[in-house]
């Protein structure tokens, strides 16, 4: 390139014979602007590669944590928090930022970058404090964390037991160690659901402090009535008791009750002296029908089990009466000597089949084996016409379905003899038999009590009739039928199996915090109850004022789920639906929205688990009077420094602007020359 270049500048201004008068010197001032020009081209032209050597410096990172909970407002200083500590806090990073490059960060519901302390923030959550402070400064210079906080945490877990920093940190230790007079209810446990009319318990967990012989009134409301009240006296400072009582579920649908303890004089809080929860009462007692031949003491028997149970309701029907059932309704239908010699039923057993409703056959003298033989699946009886035998009850051992009482067992042998067809018994499924035949003394394998299942449909049959003695004997023998009724109760509860008659169900929480999403999931079933989420599912909610929010669920493998996200405290409403298969579904419901300050469940403040996360990563506690001396250990801190670090780079020369700025002065000076010393 050197030569390149200095051949041609030597050609135009040594070789030229208009440049030869002019003086040496003139010459050669042109002559080295062309030659550098041509240089400076030609080496651009080969793109060459120059090494930039660049110094960083970064700053140590000093990052300060705030817990802006409400539970550091709690003690006798809340003024003190409220109003000069944040001007404290405003001066020390302040102080630091002269030398550190300072975050201020603030936690309570969540990690965030925050400067304005102001205590609202209604739980305390430290679990991600630290893993935050690493997927944003990881690999960075951090040079301490400084944590200032009462300790008190009532959500994730303890930051002690969380790996080890790379970096000190430091804690400053808030709020107040000694109790306050403080009642309040940490928590409430009890059923999500209760039947209409029975009783449900609930434990209340009642914590005190400093309340020692004061005396006070548990109170639980329903429709702003009481309905449950007793006193406490706690016994001693730390007061710490579980406290049960009973319940009765009164109205169908969402009954929502509060938990309140009368306060007493000069509480810290009174605000969590109250606690509300729901429960769900349903009417879910299963319907029975009773569908005979004609009246026959064995109902009556039957008829009085079912009455007995608040959990069941029974109809009778006769097969000669002109109104006939609707078996729909029904979650177990008893077929007492049906389909009978007079009246095959056939329309019956074809609604059964249809709808799959489990069936008790209960056989005797009227009823039609061969009819039975026609509509029956699983079972055919081969008997001899008009030929009965007298079967007493033989317990099977084997028998594991459900269990029978002890009592019941011993008095079987003294049990009368049932009326039962004299035949075979064909099974084409399994069979789960609870009492044999025994005839006479001769123990066989005949079935007196049994139960098949085809599908998710159970059947029970009992071949004999005469149940309603057995009844009679254990009244004779015990005072009671309590041996009888428990023995059929558990028969129809066996039987009945719980069926999906809603296609379309909603499930979420009916109290939800104010803190927490609200998540709603859904399920939709086709015609042969298998879980889908094919079509779309519309989903709205509705306040107390009549605003309506609406959303389309999302699919969650087979079913679907609904975050509507934080909702303020209030009733609502919500109603789900879709369309499928040509059908119209919808489910409808209500939940609660309540405002829950967890920070008022503890007041006292944990110095302790400070001390030991700071220990632990290699910092030191201080309280806040001594923030100053803090500083001082930061600074006196001999690994908490700036680093410098060395980049290189490559750099593409051509890329480098200001080169043609000099190709391009040294091009016009040469120009400019010529024409001004007489070179045309």
């Not at 790379?166 to 209810?185: C, E, N, R, V």
């Not at 930061?634 to 602007?657: A, F, G, H, M, P």
């Amino acid at each position: 390139m050197l030569i390149i270049s200095g051949g041609l500048a030597f050609v135009l201004y040594y070789k030229e014979k208009k440049y030869s008068d002019l003086k040496p010197y003139k010459q050669f001032i042109m002559a080295g602007l062309r030659f550098f020009t041509l240089f400076l081209i030609l080496f651009l032209l080969f793109n060459p590669l120059i090494k930039h050597e660049n110094e960083i410096k970064e700053k140590p990172i000093v990052i300060f944590v705030q817990d802006n909970s409400y539970s550091i407002l709690l003690n006798k200083d809340s003024v003190f928090y409220k109003n000069e500590y944040p001007n404290i806090i405003s001066d020390f990073i302040g102080n630091l930022r002269v030398d550190y490059d300072v975050k201020h960060l603030n936690t309570g519901v969540s990690v965030r970058e925050d400067s304005i302390i102001d205590f609202s923030d209604k739980l305390s959550n430290f679990s991600d404090v630290f893993s935050s402070i690493e997927a944003s400064y990881g690999g960075m210079n951090i040079g301490a964390v400084i944590f200032a906080s009462d300790g008190i945490f009532n959500s994730g877990y303890n930051p002690v037991y969380g790996n080890a920093a790379k970096y000190p940190i430091y804690t400053i230790a808030l709020g107040d160690t000694s109790s306050q007079k403080d009642f309040y209810i940490k928590d409430v446990r009890h059923n999500k659901l209760a039947f209409i009319n029975n009783i449900f318990p609930v434990r209340l967990s009642v914590i005190a402090n400093k309340c020692t012989g004061l005396e006070t009134k548990i109170e639980v409301l329903k429709d702003d009535k009481i309905i449950h009240s007793e006193l406490i006296v706690p016994d001693y400072d730390e007061y710490n008791q579980s406290i049960d009582f009973e319940l009765t579920a009164t109205d169908v649908g969402v009954n929502e009750y509060e938990v309140r303890i009368v306060p007493v004089e000069g509480e810290i809080s009174v605000e969590n002296n109250y606690y509300s929860f729901v429960i769900d009462v349903i009417d879910n007692r299963q319907k029975i029908l009773f569908y005979a031949n004609s009246p026959h003491p064995d109902i009556g028997a039957l008829k009085y089990v079912v009455d007995n149970n608040p959990n069941f309701e029974a109809d009778i029907y006769y097969s000669y009466s002109v109104q006939q059932p609707d078996l729909s309704n029904y979650d177990l239908i008893v077929l007492h000597q049906i389909p009978s010699l007079s009246n095959n039923a056939t329309h019956i057993f074809n609604d059964i089949e249809t709808l799959k409703i489990p069936v008790l056959y209960i056989f005797g003298e009227q009823s039609s084996l061969a009819a039975y033989n026609q509509v029956s699946t699983y079972l055919r009886v081969n008997y001899q016409q008009n030929s009965f035998d007298n079967a007493l009850p033989l317990f099977n051992q084997a028998f594991t379905a459900f269990s029978i009482e002890e009592s019941l067992f011993e008095q079987l042998p003294e049990y009368p003899p049932l009326r039962v067809a004299f035949g075979d018994y064909d099974f084409s499924v399994n069979t789960s038999t609870l009492f044999y035949q025994l005839i006479g003394r001769v123990a066989t394998e005949k079935p007196l009590i049994s139960f098949v299942s085809v599908g998710n449909t159970k059947y029970g049959l009992i071949m004999g009739e005469g149940i309603w003695r057995w009844r009679i004997r254990d009244y004779q023998l015990n005072q009671s039928t309590k041996n009888f009724n428990d023995l059929f109760n558990k028969i129809i509860q066996y039987l009945i199996t719980q069926r999906i008659k809603q296609k379309l169900i909603v499930d979420t929480r009916r109290i939800i915090s104010d803190n927490d999403n609200v998540i709603i999931k859904a399920e939709l079933y086709n015609e042969a109850y298998e879980l889908v989420n094919s079509p779309e599912v519309e989903f709205q909610i509705s306040d107390e004022e009549g605003k309506e929010y609406s959303y389309i669920m999302n699919r969650s493998s087979n079913a679907y789920t609904l975050n509507a996200g934080n909702l303020k405290a209030g009733d609502y409403g919500y109603v789900a639906k879709t369309e499928f298969d040509g059908n119209y579904y919808e489910d409808s419901g209500e939940f609660f929205v309540r405002e829950v300050n967890l920070e008022l469940m503890q007041t006292r403040a944990n110095h302790s688990m400070l001390n030991m996360l700071a220990l632990k990563n290699g910092g030191e506690m201080f309280y806040y009077s001594e923030i100053d001396d803090l500083a001082e250990t930061i600074k006196s801190n001999d690994e908490i420094v700036t680093k410098i670090y060395k980049e290189y780079r490559l750099l593409n020369i051509i890329n480098v602007v200001y080169l043609f700025f000099i190709i391009l002065l040294f091009a016009s000076v040469e120009w400019f020359l010529r024409k001004f010393w007489g070179g045309y």
